[in-house]
């Protein structure tokens, strides 16, 4: 329903943004042919920042020459949790849902790009609900992400104490534990004439020389995560057939909310290693401040500034794509891992998506057709 809902949103929103834009760029086009040189027009700031936001280097950049564009990806996303107490018993779970692939058509307009993807196969979780939306332009970023987990945890690595029992207790099933995250990342790139995230992520220009930029920005998260830590000890019973191993009680908990405001830079380089081919690295490293909600049995609430609420967040994206202006094809990449770290209690959430896909660009601009 949230899916569903989130393409309904955009389809009627974006049409709007890219019409305006669309009028202020003919707009300004009809101006540079119309105005005498003798009785130059000024601008007014409207034009003048639309002109500014899509400045590029063409020596570098070449914009994108089409009006439409449709596609057809394949999409895989992924979530991993590792919940973890650094007193004496040092003991830590890592938990990983089932994958899952899905898979569908996108239909593209100016800058105005919806779709609806159908998950493949009969044997998943249909409470899962997982949103993803970037948009890309030359100067600024913006992800949201909104993702649900259903209860198709699997154990992946065990350790209590000194002992691992990863072997023992690897791929078993757990339907004690839920997650959820909500966020938004926005960050400028610096060297936006040069270098071209759009390129990578967004096919809609294409990096014609090779080229990096600093980036910089802000974010907003919030985790919530349930366990049930009774079954948990339970499983362990059962599977290690011993009762000697007592879950600590900072993992004895039935839900936590926990949220960080971040403030975030990295590097990413655009790699033009042969004709119409390319290939993005980039990272991120946020600090995060960080509250929670929901303690741990044990503990208590305290809600005062500390240092041990200051944690790092990574973000990572890569990308290979072939675009020859007509038709283009790749494969994308982008990794999110969050931490989270109290007196007893530490949690990562590592979760992303990887993307695969192929289009074809029509409907050739007026300007780049021949006379």
């Given at each position: 329903?949230?899916?569903?809902?989130s393409?309904i949103?955009?389809?009627l929103?974006?049409?709007?943004?890219?019409?305006?834009?669309?009028?202020?760029?003919d707009?300004?086009?009809?101006?540079?042919?119309?105005?005498?040189?003798s009785?130059?027009?000024?601008?007014?700031?409207?034009?003048?920042?639309?002109?500014?936001?899509?400045d590029?280097?063409?020596?570098?950049?070449?914009?994108?020459?089409?009006?439409?564009?449709?596609?057809?990806?394949?999409?895989?996303?992924?979530?991993?949790?590792?919940?973890?107490?650094?007193?004496?018993?040092?003991?830590s779970i890592?938990?990983?849902?089932?994958?899952?692939m899905?898979?569908?058509?996108?239909?593209?307009?100016r800058w105005?790009?919806?779709?609806?993807?159908f998950?493949?196969?009969?044997?998943?979780?249909?409470?899962?609900?997982?949103?993803?939306?970037?948009?890309?332009?030359?100067?600024?970023?913006?992800?949201?992400?909104?993702r649900?987990?259903?209860?198709?945890?699997?154990?992946?690595?065990?350790?209590?104490?000194?002992a691992?029992?990863?072997?023992?207790?690897?791929n078993?099933?757990?339907?004690?534990?839920?997650?959820?995250?909500?966020?938004?990342?926005?960050?400028?790139?610096?060297?936006?004439?040069?270098?071209?995230?759009?390129a990578?992520?967004?096919?809609?220009?294409?990096?014609?020389?090779?080229?990096?930029?600093?980036?910089a920005?802000?974010?907003?998260?919030?985790?919530?995560?349930?366990?049930?830590?009774?079954?948990?000890?339970?499983l362990?019973d059962?599977?290690?057939?011993?009762?000697?191993?007592?879950l600590?009680?900072?993992?004895?908990?039935?839900?936590?909310?926990?949220?960080?405001?971040?403030?975030?830079?990295?590097?990413?380089?655009?790699?033009?290693?042969?004709?119409n081919?390319?290939?993005?690295?980039?990272?991120?490293?946020?600090?995060?401040?960080?509250?929670s909600?929901?303690?741990?049995?044990?503990?208590?609430?305290?809600?005062?500034?500390?240092?041990?609420?200051?944690?790092?967040?990574l973000?990572g994206?890569?990308a290979i794509?072939?675009?020859?202006?007509?038709?283009?094809?790749?494969?994308?990449?982008?990794?999110?891992?969050?931490?989270?770290?109290?007196?007893?209690?530490?949690?990562?959430?590592?979760?992303?998506?990887?993307?695969?896909?192929?289009?074809?660009?029509?409907?050739?601009k007026?300007k780049?057709?021949?006379?």
């Amino acid at each position: 329903m949230m899916k569903r809902l989130s393409s309904i949103i955009i389809a009627l929103l974006l049409p709007i943004l890219a019409l305006q834009a669309e009028q202020a760029n003919d707009s300004l086009l009809t101006d540079t042919t119309t105005v005498k040189e003798s009785e130059p027009r000024k601008e007014n700031v409207f034009k003048r920042m639309f002109r500014k936001f899509t400045d590029i280097d063409e020596n570098y950049i070449e914009p994108q020459r089409y009006l439409f564009t449709g596609m057809l990806q394949a999409t895989y996303t992924y979530d991993i949790y590792t919940l973890r107490c650094d007193d004496s018993q040092k003991q830590s779970i890592t938990f990983a849902s089932d994958g899952s692939m899905k898979l569908g058509p996108y239909f593209g307009w100016r800058w105005v790009f919806a779709g609806y993807m159908f998950t493949l196969g009969t044997n998943y979780d249909k409470s899962k609900t997982e949103i993803d939306f970037s948009f890309y332009t030359s100067q600024i970023g913006i992800d949201l992400f909104y993702r649900r987990t259903g209860s198709d945890y699997r154990v992946r690595n065990a350790k209590f104490g000194d002992a691992s029992y990863t072997k023992t207790l690897q791929n078993i099933s757990f339907d004690g534990v839920q997650s959820g995250i909500t966020g938004l990342n926005l960050y400028y790139i610096f060297n936006h004439r040069r270098f071209s995230y759009p390129a990578a992520f967004a096919q809609s220009t294409r990096q014609r020389r090779s080229c990096g930029s600093w980036m910089a920005g802000i974010g907003y998260t919030r985790n919530t995560l349930s366990l049930d830590y009774e079954k948990l000890q339970a499983l362990i019973d059962d599977k290690l057939d011993t009762e000697d191993i007592q879950l600590d009680s900072g993992l004895q908990f039935k839900s936590a909310a926990y949220y960080d405001i971040n403030v975030s830079a990295g590097y990413a380089y655009n790699i033009v290693f042969a004709k119409n081919f390319l290939v993005c690295v980039g990272g991120q490293l946020a600090v995060s401040y960080k509250e929670s909600s929901g303690r741990t049995n044990g503990m208590y609430k305290d809600n005062r500034f500390s240092f041990r609420n200051i944690a790092p967040n990574l973000i990572g994206r890569f990308a290979i794509v072939y675009n020859n202006s007509r038709w283009y094809a790749g494969f994308s990449a982008i990794v999110r891992s969050n931490n989270y770290q109290d007196e007893r209690f530490t949690a990562n959430n590592t979760f992303g998506n990887t993307n695969l896909y192929v289009g074809y660009n029509f409907g050739l601009k007026k300007k780049y057709r021949k006379k």
